[in-house]
């Protein structure tokens, strides 16, 4: 598969540079923010609403100001009934857990699109650590929505920044679940396409060339990449995968999602600074729900149990196949979240 990335201009074009670039001489600035005029954001928020309504649901969004990065982040609200916050994985497109969302029916969910993902502002992760960016962002959200205390949903990256929220403000998160190998989890499976995409020279070619999809053919091509059957690629909606190809060709992928890997890991493997380490795990006070599917490529169920035996108070699950279990079985994999919410409330 080949692409070419989108057109930027100005400083747009400067960070995406020093985003496949990286090295010294990179820019300092933080953050990108997002022209909500641009087309390709008009066209991405086209799509998702389509998506959201395939899925028969209603929304309301918010922007959210991250004083700490001089960022605003974009949240989207869902349901009714107790709070629950929703955080996603990859570059942080909030929207890929909508087949996942009907399923948490009695609960808001405040579903964040993460700095750099989705209709987020774009931000170059080399400028902060990456703890301080996802413990500012996630408690941003909190204090917009004065949520004190709430049960979080994440998933992958997005269980990295739950669990470095959860390290930072305990008394601020209920009961956490946990789908899919969360971002440096111990014993990740750290694959050579990943170390290679964490070279600063490479990163930028190999993000547009392989990452980005080309169209929605590529993003069914991408969920069986990540472990899941060809039954779950090519059966869900035309609808979500159109609102996550558009999700994933914004101005500032590649520079949010280049700079986020060089961050997180190098070419021997994760960086120890934002990597979860076991003693982390035992520092988490809330109780924690881990949902693995059978076939996720970061990290086997034996991975899954070894690591639920680190938290004070865990249950595992195998759900699903692939690294996102919901896409195979929303139905079992909110059953399970709903029960653990109400039984931990």
């Known amino acids: 598969m080949l692409r070419t990335g989108a057109a930027l201009t100005g400083t747009a074009a400067l960070g995406s540079v020093a985003g496949c670039l990286g090295g010294p001489g990179r820019s300092k600035q933080v953050a990108y923010p997002l022209d909500r005029d641009d087309p390709t954001v008009r066209a991405a928020r086209v799509a998702e609403k389509r998506a959201y309504e395939h899925y028969g649901l209603d929304f309301s969004e918010h922007l959210v100001g991250v004083p700490e990065l001089d960022l605003e982040i974009r949240v989207v609200e869902v349901g009714a009934g107790p709070p629950v916050v929703v955080i996603p994985g990859g570059i942080g497109e909030g929207m890929k857990w909508l087949p996942l969302l009907p399923e948490l029916e009695g609960y808001t969910a405040y579903v964040m699109d993460r700095p750099g993902g989705g209709l987020s502002d774009?931000?170059?992760?080399?400028?902060?650590?990456?703890?301080?960016?996802?413990?500012?962002?996630?408690?941003?959200?909190?204090?917009?929505?004065?949520?004190?205390?709430?049960?979080?949903?994440?998933?992958?990256?997005?269980?990295?920044?739950?669990?470095?929220?959860?390290?930072?403000?305990?008394?601020?998160?209920?009961?956490?679940?946990?789908?899919?190998?969360?971002a440096t989890f111990p014993g990740e499976n750290v694959d050579v396409p990943q170390r290679i995409a964490s070279l600063p020279m490479i990163s930028g070619v190999m993000?547009?060339?392989?990452?980005?999809?080309?169209?929605?053919?590529?993003?069914?091509?991408?969920?069986?990449?990540?472990?899941?059957?060809?039954?779950?690629?090519?059966?869900?909606?035309?609808?979500?995968?159109?609102?996550?190809?558009?999700?994933?060709?914004?101005?500032?992928?590649?520079?949010?999602?280049?700079?986020?890997?060089?961050?997180?890991?190098?070419?021997?493997?994760?960086?120890?600074?934002p990597s979860l380490q076991p003693k982390d795990l035992r520092e988490i006070r809330s109780p924690v729900l881990l949902l693995w599917g059978g076939n996720d490529p970061f990290g086997s169920i034996e991975t899954g149990r070894a690591g639920a035996e680190h938290f004070r108070d865990a249950e595992f699950h195998e759900a699903g196949v692939g690294h996102l279990p919901w896409l195979d079985a929303p139905e079992a994999c909110g059953e399970l979240v709903r029960g653990f919410l109400g039984e931990n409330a």
């Open 122 to 182: 774009g931000i170059d992760h080399r400028t902060r650590p990456l703890r301080e960016i996802a413990a500012s962002s996630t408690k941003a959200l909190f204090d917009n929505f004065d949520l004190d205390e709430a049960p979080i949903v994440g998933s992958s990256m997005g269980g990295l920044w739950t669990l470095r929220f959860a390290l930072a403000h305990p008394e601020r998160v209920g009961p956490i679940a946990l789908l899919g190998t969360p």
């Open 207 to 273: 993000f547009e060339n392989v990452v980005q999809p080309d169209n929605t053919a590529d993003v069914r091509e991408g969920w069986e990449r990540n472990g899941h059957p060809e039954e779950t690629a090519t059966g869900l909606p035309e609808a979500y995968a159109e609102a996550t190809y558009r999700m994933d060709n914004l101005p500032y992928f590649t520079l949010s999602w280049t700079s986020l890997i060089q961050s997180v890991m190098g070419f021997w493997g994760n960086r120890p600074g």
